[in-house]
């Protein structure tokens, strides 16, 4: 099932419902890789709030959304990762350590606001 | 519900099932949800390796009484079979274009882990978590 992008602002917001297949995740990464030039988009949030189980490839899948991203010259930062979820990557080994996370939408909007206003001061 | 479950693994969409009738069963025998995420999360890594490796497997699941209640996991194929098995439980290491944490990861997870494997024989990985 493919996962639902919405745009506030200059920030896509991707919120994932339901338990992701491999290819859910692959198109996500290209449909964000896309969106990010079409609507000129500085922030991506997504929203793994849903997901039960982050596993290798999912995880694998993350960094490649968030540095992907990156290059296109948007931020990205992955919220709502919930307890168990983190316990299991720990244990299996897996970390997201150069992808931004925040505990929630809230607060991932403002850090990319934040984000957006200090690169804003650098253009002037 | 069943003790027992079979899950036929021919497609990625199948590991989902797989994780997720995992994790239903490990519910109904009452453990917690941290450990029915980490036993989702192993049978998501041996059902991705099937798909990976082998193209097509099962994973069987079922409930294990003895002095205290467990759930085993196998994951069966008859793929290509592992060459060298101390090298595939090592971090990192990976013949396809992964984290190569799938099998040592589900190793950690679980409580027994143990793999049969043969070039030519396909795999057949075995694990069991037990209730705290």
């Known amino acids: 099932m493919p996962v639902p992008v919405l745009k506030q602002g200059d920030i896509l917001i991707a919120s994932v419902v339901t338990a992701l297949t491999d290819k859910d995740l692959l198109h996500l990464k290209d449909e964000l890789a896309d969106k990010i030039g079409r609507m000129r988009a500085r922030g991506v949030v997504v929203d793994v709030t849903a997901l039960d189980v982050v596993d290798s490839y999912a995880a694998r899948m993350l960094r490649g959304i968030a540095h992907t991203a990156k290059l296109r010259g948007a931020e990205t930062v992955v919220v709502g990762i919930q307890p168990e979820v983190a316990f299991g990557m720990v244990e299996l080994g897996l970390s997201l350590d150069d992808v931004e996370t925040a505990l929630d939408l809230e607060e991932a909007l403002a850090h990319l606001r934040a984000v957006g206003a200090r690169r804003g001061r650098r253009g002037q | ?132």
């Not at chain 2, 049978?43 to 294990?64: F, K, Q, W």
């Open chain 2, 1 to 132: 519900m069943a003790s027992r479950a079979r899950v036929v693994i021919e497609s990625e969409s199948d590991i989902v099932a797989a994780r997720q009738k995992g994790r239903e069963l490990a519910a109904s025998c009452g453990f917690s949800s941290t450990d029915q995420t980490l036993i989702a999360l192993a049978i998501s890594e041996l059902a991705r390796n099937i798909v990976s490796y082998a193209t097509r497997g099962e994973v069987l699941l079922s409930i294990v009484d003895d002095a205290v209640t467990g759930i085993q996991v196998v994951a069966h194929d008859e793929g290509p079979g592992i060459a060298d098995v101390e090298l595939a439980l090592q971090d990192g290491y990976s013949t396809v274009k992964s984290l190569g944490l799938g099998l040592p990861g589900a190793r950690r997870v679980m409580d027994d882990f143990q793999i049969d494997s043969a070039p030519g024989k396909g795999t057949t990985v075995t694990v069991r978590k037990w209730k705290r």
